[in-house]
Nanobody
Framework: QVQLVESGGGLVQPGGSLRLSCAASGFSLDYYAIGWFRQAPGKEREGVSCISHNDGSTYYTNSVKGRFTISKDNAKNTVYLQMNSLKPEDTAVYTC?????????????????WGQGTLVTVSS
């Protein structure tokens, strides 16, 4: 059974940091792209960041560049999202998926599996 389980969300003040984790089971992150997505209340889901399976390149949406860092630990089959300098507009449900929108059209590898999401709330 392929599965992704996120953790690490919570309430944080503006300017604070959080690290999200996404543990994969039933498949290896060695062989697929992996990314983080978010959906804020009343808004469409957007891609936040991802790692390409092809060459390990990382991608970020413009609003988080310089503040968020995606990383992957293949030994633990886990991907992380380090979020610094958080802003209220980062408030959303964050979900990981074996997907990377920035590499569509390439020969990257994807899998139809999504986590359940973890809520990040940035508020004073």
């Amino acid at each position: 059974q392929v599965q992704l389980v996120e953790s690490g969300g919570g309430l944080v003040q503006p300017g604070g940091s959080l690290r999200l984790s996404c543990a994969a089971s039933g498949f290896s992150l060695d062989y697929y792209a992996i990314g983080w997505f978010r959906q804020a209340p009343g808004k469409e889901r957007e891609g936040v960041s991802c790692i390409s399976h092809n060459d390990g390149s990382t991608y970020y949406t413009n609003s988080v560049k310089g503040r968020f860092t995606i990383s992957k630990d293949n030994a633990k089959n886990t991907v992380y999202l380090q979020m610094n300098s958080l802003k209220p507009e980062d408030t959303a449900v964050y979900t990981c998926a074996a997907d990377c929108p920035w590499t569509y059209g390439s020969n990257d590898r994807y899998l139809e599996v999504w986590g359940q999401g973890t809520l990040v709330t940035v508020s004073s």
